[in-house]
């Protein structure tokens, strides 16, 4: 069973509380556009609706996994950039605005705020008195070390339905779109 304007091949079925067999919410999304506008070919939708529902899910998901580990998600990028970057597990403040996406004063108020915490030291960089070091305490690694396990846990369990090769083809594909943003894909605007 099929809405007008969707077709069976590309539906995605979902079991309702009555065991009753229905399309998803983006399938319910683009049939209306199609209603709508049924000159508008509005294929993308199936990719890209999805993955903002996805991306959402996610992101409160994650935000659950931080949460249980004291953390707020942007004290978790703050502290993963810092970790990742391998021991004595510091940057500068102009790294982390790169990696993390913030502004330089927004990165300022994180930095303050996580010193507060405990979780990092900021000092001058012996080799050069102006530049300013973020380093990671013993207290912010674990925090972020115990964060990090508990959220790769939770999104292998997400990723269990899905076979190895069906995992790495999802990896690639959507490697693929993201370079069209990040890469030298087309200007979105």
């Known amino acids: 069973m099929c809405d007008e304007g ?6 995605s079925r979902s079991i309702g509380e009555d065991g009753v067999v229905g399309l998803s919410e983006v399938d319910r999304i ?11 070919d509005v294929a993308p939708l199936a990719v890209f609706s999805r993955l903002t529902r996805l991306a959402r ?3 409160l998901a994650r935000r659950s996994a931080f949460g249980g580990h004291g953390l707020e998600e942007w004290e978790f990028d703050v502290l993963s950039a810092l970790r ?16 993390t996406l913030v502004t330089s004063g927004t990165m300022t108020n994180r ?8 979780y990092v030291d900021r000092f001058r960089d012996a080799a050069d008195g102006r530049a300013v070091r973020v380093r990671l ?14 959220l ?20 690639r594909h959507l490697q693929t779109l993201l370079d069209g943003f990040e890469g030298a894909g087309p200007d979105p605007r």
């Not at 930095?111 to 405990?118: A, F, M, N, S």
């Not at 790769?152 to 990896?171: F, H, I, K, Q």
């Open 6 to 11: 969707v077709d069976a091949g590309d539906a």
């Open 30 to 40: 683009m049939s209306a556009w199609r209603t709508e506008l049924p000159g508008l």
């Open 57 to 59: 899910h996610l992101e």
């Open 84 to 99: 990742r970057a391998g021991a004595p597990y510091e940057l500068s403040p102009g790294v982390l605005v790169e990696q």
């Open 111 to 118: 930095i303050d705020r996580l010193v507060g915490r405990g």
């Open 137 to 150: 305490t013993e207290s912010g690694r674990q925090a972020v070390d115990a964060a990090i396990a508990g």
């Open 152 to 171: 790769v846990a939770y999104e292998r369990g997400l990723l269990d339905a899905m076979d190895e090769p069906s995992r790495e083809d999802l990896a």
